[in-house]
């Protein structure tokens, strides 16, 4: 049973910059894909980004994409979200999962493991 714990959530101005960590458990973190979540009241669950085991492919969700980075320390069991340009629309609490598989996984149902969320509030 893999536990994650997001970190690094808060209060932003638009434009600025976040990075949430996400730390996991489990030793066998490096064979997992990594993906991060997010939701806001009333919506489903968005697909934001993932990575493969090896750091070497990643996806992102289209409203994401080009301002936020996914990445992972294998040594450190930790997956990293860099929110980069954050817009209001991005306010949401942020989930960091973990699901098996060689590429990068979008859906939800695809992920095994969840963690509680963080919440990134963003403001103009």
């Known amino acids: 049973q893999v536990q994650l714990v997001e970190s690094g959530g808060g209060l932003v101005q638009a434009g600025g910059s976040l990075r949430l960590s996400c730390a996991a458990s489990?030793?066998?973190?490096?064979?997992?894909?990594m993906g991060w979540f997010r939701q806001t009241p009333g919506k489903e669950r968005e697909f934001v980004a993932s990575?493969?085991?090896?750091?070497?492919?990643?996806d992102y969700g289209d409203s994401v994409t080009g301002r936020f980075t996914i990445a992972r320390n294998n040594a450190k069991n930790t997956v990293y979200l860099q929110m980069d340009s954050l817009k209001p629309e991005d306010t949401a609490v942020y989930y960091c999962?973990?699901?098996?598989?060689?590429?990068?996984?979008?859906?939800?149902?695809?992920?095994?493991?969840w963690g509680q969320g963080t919440q990134v509030t963003v403001f103009s």
């Open positions: 489990e030793r066998t973190f490096s064979t997992y894909v």
């Open positions: 990575i493969n085991w090896n750091d070497i492919s990643t």
């Open positions: 999962a973990a699901g098996y598989g060689n590429e990068p996984l979008h859906r939800r149902d695809d992920y095994n493991y």
